[in-house]
Nanobody, 126 residues
Framework: QVQLVESGGGLMQPGGSLRLSCAAS????????MGWFRQAPGKEREFVAG????????VYADSVRGRFTISRDNTKNEMYLQMNTLKPEDTAIYYC???????????????????WGQGTQVTVSS
């Protein structure tokens, strides 16, 4: 089992940047494919970005491609989401998730993930 804790959210003006972190407990972090999801008020949770166990493969939602970058450090049991050129529509609670996968799997569907963090609020507003 793995426990996930997100950090780094906050209030940012449009065009600004934030970096989210996801810290994982346990010694098997590298065994999990990881992902970021978000949920805006009144909307369903949506996929943002995913990364394979070895970090060789990354997948992004169309809405964030070119602005967000997902990465992970298996030596630190951490995953990150660098968010640049933020827009008001990026406002949401951001969740990190971990799921079992093959070495090169990137999980896109939320039901493929087994463990979830509590979320961190990101608000983009002037």
């Amino acid at each position: 089992q793995v426990q996930l804790v997100e950090s780094g959210g906050g209030l940012m003006q449009p065009g600004g940047s934030l970096r989210l972190s996801c810290a994982a407990s346990g010694r098997t972090f590298s065994s999990y494919a990881m992902g970021w999801f978000r949920q805006a008020p009144g909307k369903e949770r949506e996929f943002v970005a995913g990364i394979s166990r070895s970090a060789t493969l990354k997948v992004y939602a169309d809405s964030v491609r070119g602005r967000f970058t997902i990465s992970r450090d298996n030596t630190k049991n951490e995953m990150y989401l660098q968010m640049n050129t933020l827009k008001p529509e990026d406002t949401a609670i951001y969740y990190c998730a971990a799921g079992w996968g093959a070495l090169v799997d990137v999980l896109v569907q939320s039901n493929a993930y087994h463990y979830w963090g509590q979320g961190t609020q990101v608000t983009v507003s002037s």
